[in-house]
Every structure is written in C-alpha cells, then in structure tokens.
C-alpha cells in the first residue's frame, strides 16, 4: 500500500503540457515548450521526449542555453540542420509496412 500512495504522488509531481510550440530565428537559436525530457545531447544532436513525440534536432554547435522542465522549456543555440519527429509506435508500424512493400 505504501509504494502505490508514493507511485501516485510521484505522477502528481509530473508535469503536465498541453501545447508544444518551436520558435526558431534564423536557424541559430530555438525556443520549445511542451517538453518532458531532453534524452540526450551533443554539439551535433539533440534528443528530446516531447509531448508530440520524440524530436531529433541536428546541427552543428548546439547548446542547450536554457533548461526549465518544470515548465516544460529548451532553449537551445547552434546551426540547426534538421528537425525530425518520431513516435516509437509509428516507426514500427512503417517498418513493418515498408518490409512487407519490398518483400
């Protein structure tokens, strides 16, 4: 009983989004809302769990300036190359039609 009341207390802290917005100004610095994770980053690679899907951001030179979770904000400067999104279901299920495609 006790992990459950704390299990639930720790869903209650989560931070909840309902918009996510990218802001980008001359592919050298962005702002987004709507995130709930940065996965991982580099100078060339940016992961984020956002609440649209997962989003790579490529480049070169980024740098997460700003980082407020809680309010679900990124702030991040660079050249920005690519900005893709992917959700971990649909990618399985594009596999699987592509390789059916091309059997």
Do not use: C, W
């Amino acid at each position: 009983m006790g992990r459950r009341k704390m299990e639930s207390q720790e869903k209650r802290r989560e931070p909840q989004f309902d918009t996510h917005h990218i802001v980008l100004k001359e592919r050298k610095s962005a702002m987004l809302t709507g995130v709930k994770e940065v996965l991982s980053f580099d100078s060339e690679e940016v992961q984020l769990d956002t609440i649209r899907g997962h989003l790579a951001i490529k480049g070169k030179g980024l740098h997460v300036r700003r980082l407020t979770l809680e309010r679900g904000e990124v702030d991040i400067d660079g050249t920005f190359d690519e900005l893709k999104y992917s959700d971990p279901h649909t990618m399985n299920d594009t596999k699987s039609f592509l390789g059916r495609l091309f059997q």
